[in-house]
């Protein structure tokens, strides 16, 4: 192999983007006003800057790239926020997508781009994360799952005298159990002294309840029986009630304090082994490169842990996200878990659709070389048609059309070359020449259309003529067979070498 870049010839494909952009702007703002459509080709080009700069070897650029399909994604997002209830949304929507595809084809020149696809699978991982924290965090903050639940716990607990001792006992036995899990943990997070420490003492007291003696299980198992008796119960609080100092004092200590303190003892030694499984997670998470893992999903991380910032904010200022009114799952998963599971969602969208050049070409429809520019010149396209009958001004119309077929000319040859000379190829004469017959082909063309829509259309269909509807279609049809005829004469001039 030459190992020699095949991709699209540098200077031709940057004109190939820029002649997308003022196509779909001047679509778009012909039909709309200027916030989606700026939003729409904005989202398309943060896209494209993603995709190519996840096609580079450094972590950092990846991490940008990764930031960059997410900022994309949420620009595509706005626009269908922007644009729900107007007919010119699809419009819109075709607009951004057809940037995209074109920029991509035009910096990667790759039809299945493998690192766009696993960024927006990691970065989709850490957002479903997300989501499961924010649900969690909402239930608590919302409804007080974890209060209630050790409250209840503590109330059950010391409901009794005799229940509070003896719960106090199985406690104490838990602690114990867990000091068996945690001194191993401890001992492999510090570092090894070679003399005898806490963790040592910690390891002589820990006991597991399998090795507990049988007859201490069988004094429990008979402390529960009498607790779960109303008569021990009564029993056990008489004999309280009859020991002048001690039995306040003794009663007083097993109604909460001593509860709390081996809770929290407890609770301490829970969190030392939700850490270690944790960690272990989190290595087999990252895989054998984290770094590299890490950086395909910087835009997923960031996201999570701005909208979780963010409305927390919110809630501390008194700002209500979600309507008063909202009742149901929204209720339960909260305004972070929506923000973050409709982010996946766009996401989910944007695989889909910067997948469309390569399943396209894997069908034949498109050339697999240059899919992305065939593939956005066809959406420009069908966008003009739509925004043609949105009201689009015909000479908007017909720049449309004409910029479209531009795209995909400038982009093939673009890269013709690259794929001949290379993409760093110094061809600045043959791309002069080919853009300017190209564009003065389009340039007759556009002048035919608009002579035959200006000129031909009132002398075939006078206002005041019944049959004017259809010999207004017929001339429209002549418009479009003049554009296209011009096209494939564009298509025609292939003969000649691309490095002349």
Same mark, same amino acid.
């Given at each position: 192999?030459?190992?020699?870049?095949?991709?699209?010839?540098?200077?031709?494909?940057?004109?190939?983007?820029?002649?997308?952009?003022?196509?779909?702007?001047?679509?778009?703002?012909?039909?709309?006003?200027?916030?989606?459509?700026?939003?729409?080709?904005?989202?398309?080009?943060?896209?494209?800057?993603?995709?190519?700069?996840?096609?580079?070897?450094?972590?950092?650029?990846?991490?940008?790239?990764?930031?960059?399909?997410?900022?994309?994604?949420?620009?595509?997002?706005?626009?269908?926020?922007?644009?729900?209830?107007?007919?010119?949304?699809?419009?819109?929507?075709?607009?951004?997508?057809?940037?995209?595809?074109?920029?991509?084809?035009?910096?990667?020149?790759?039809?299945?781009?493998?690192?766009?696809?696993?960024?927006?699978?990691?970065?989709?991982?850490?957002?479903?994360?997300?989501?499961?924290?924010?649900?969690?965090?909402?239930?608590?903050?919302?409804?007080?799952?974890?209060?209630?639940?050790?409250?209840?716990?503590?109330?059950?607990?010391?409901?009794?005298?005799?229940?509070?001792?003896?719960?106090?006992?199985?406690?104490?036995?838990?602690?114990?159990?867990?000091?068996?899990?945690?001194?191993?943990?401890?001992?492999?997070?510090?570092?090894?002294?070679?003399?005898?420490?806490?963790?040592?003492?910690?390891?002589?007291?820990?006991?597991?309840?399998?090795?507990?003696?049988?007859?201490?299980?069988?004094?429990?198992?008979?402390?529960?029986?009498?607790?779960?008796?109303?008569?021990?119960?009564?029993?056990?609080?008489?004999?309280?009630?009859?020991?002048?100092?001690?039995?306040?004092?003794?009663?007083?200590?097993?109604?909460?304090?001593?509860?709390?303190?081996?809770?929290?003892?407890?609770?301490?030694?829970?969190?030392?082994?939700?850490?270690?499984?944790?960690?272990?997670?989190?290595?087999?998470?990252?895989?054998?490169?984290?770094?590299? +893992? /890490? =950086?395909?999903?910087?835009? %997923? !991380?960031? #996201?999570?842990? *701005?909208? $979780?910032?963010?409305?927390?904010?919110?809630? &501390?200022?008194?700002?209500?996200?979600?309507?008063?009114?909202?009742?149901?799952?929204?209720?339960?998963?909260?305004?972070?878990?929506?923000?973050?599971?409709?982010?996946?969602?766009?996401?989910?969208?944007?695989?889909?659709?910067?997948?469309?050049?390569?399943?396209?070409?894997?069908?034949?429809?498109?050339?697999?070389?240059?899919?992305?520019?065939?593939?956005?010149?066809?959406?420009?396209?069908?966008? +003009? /048609? =739509?925004?043609?009958?949105? %009201? !689009?001004? #015909?000479?908007? *119309?017909? $720049?449309?059309?004409?910029?479209?077929?531009? &795209?995909?000319?400038?982009?093939?040859?673009?890269?013709?070359?690259?794929?001949?000379?290379?993409?760093?190829?110094?061809?600045?004469?043959?791309?002069?020449?080919?853009?300017?017959?190209?564009?003065?082909?389009?340039?007759?063309?556009?002048?035919?259309?608009?002579?035959?829509?200006?000129?031909?259309?009132?002398?075939?269909?006078?206002?005041?003529?019944?049959?004017?509807?259809?010999?207004?279609?017929?001339? /429209?049809?002549?418009?479009?067979?003049?554009?296209?005829?011009?096209?494939?004469?564009?298509?025609?001039?292939?003969?000649?070498?691309?490095?002349?």
């Amino acid at each position: 192999m030459s190992g020699l870049d095949t991709r699209p010839v540098e200077s031709t494909a940057a004109l190939t983007g820029t002649l997308a952009v003022v196509v779909a702007l001047a679509i778009g703002l012909g039909i709309g006003t200027p916030v989606p459509v700026a939003t729409s080709v904005l989202g398309g080009l943060a896209l494209a800057g993603g995709a190519w700069s996840l096609d580079q070897e450094t972590n950092a650029r990846i991490a940008a790239g990764s930031v960059a399909l997410l900022a994309g994604s949420l620009c595509l997002g706005a626009t269908l926020f922007l644009g729900r209830g107007s007919y010119a949304l699809p419009v819109y929507v075709g607009l951004a997508v057809a940037v995209a595809v074109v920029a991509i084809d035009a910096t990667t020149g790759l039809v299945e781009n493998e690192p766009l696809g696993t960024a927006l699978r990691e970065s989709g991982n850490a957002l479903l994360i997300g989501i499961v924290l924010a649900v969690l965090l909402n239930l608590n903050a919302e409804f007080g799952v974890l209060v209630a639940f050790f409250g209840t716990l503590l109330a059950v607990s010391v409901a009794t005298p005799l229940g509070a001792f003896v719960t106090l006992q199985l406690a104490v036995l838990g602690v114990l159990g867990l000091l068996t899990r945690v001194v191993p943990v401890l001992s492999g997070w510090l570092p090894d002294t070679g003399t005898d420490g806490p963790l040592d003492t910690l390891d002589d007291v820990a006991v597991s309840p399998r090795r507990l003696p049988r007859a201490v299980l069988a004094v429990l198992a008979l402390e529960v029986l009498v607790a779960l008796s109303p008569v021990g119960r009564s029993l056990f609080a008489l004999f309280l009630d009859s020991v002048p100092v001690v039995g306040p004092l003794l009663e007083l200590a097993l109604s909460w304090p001593l509860h709390v303190l081996v809770g929290l003892v407890g609770a301490a030694l829970c969190c030392v082994l939700l850490a270690d499984a944790l960690q272990v997670w989190v290595v087999d998470w990252l895989g054998d490169d984290p770094a590299r +893992t /890490l =950086a395909l999903q910087a835009g %997923g !991380l960031l #996201t999570v842990a *701005v909208t $979780l910032v963010g409305t927390t904010v919110a809630s &501390v200022f008194g700002v209500t996200l979600l309507s008063a009114d909202t009742t149901g799952v929204a209720s339960l998963v909260g305004p972070a878990g929506i923000v973050l599971g409709g982010t996946v969602s766009l996401l989910l969208l944007v695989g889909i659709v910067l997948q469309t050049p390569s399943l396209l070409s894997a069908y034949g429809l498109v050339p697999a070389s240059t899919a992305g520019f065939a593939t956005g010149s066809a959406l420009l396209f069908v966008t +003009t /048609l =739509a925004a043609a009958e949105l %009201g !689009l001004a #015909t000479p908007l *119309v017909v $720049l449309g059309v004409a910029g479209a077929i531009l &795209v995909w000319d400038v982009g093939a040859h673009a890269k013709s070359i690259g794929v001949h000379l290379g993409r760093a190829a110094d061809s600045t004469d043959s791309q002069f020449v080919h853009v300017t017959g190209s564009a003065l082909v389009l340039t007759g063309g556009v002048a035919v259309a608009l002579a035959a829509r200006y000129l031909l259309v009132p002398i075939l269909a006078p206002a005041a003529d019944p049959t004017a509807a259809l010999r207004s279609a017929v001339a /429209l049809g002549l418009v479009v067979v003049t554009v296209l005829a011009f096209a494939a004469a564009i298509m025609a001039r292939e003969g000649r070498p691309t490095a002349e």
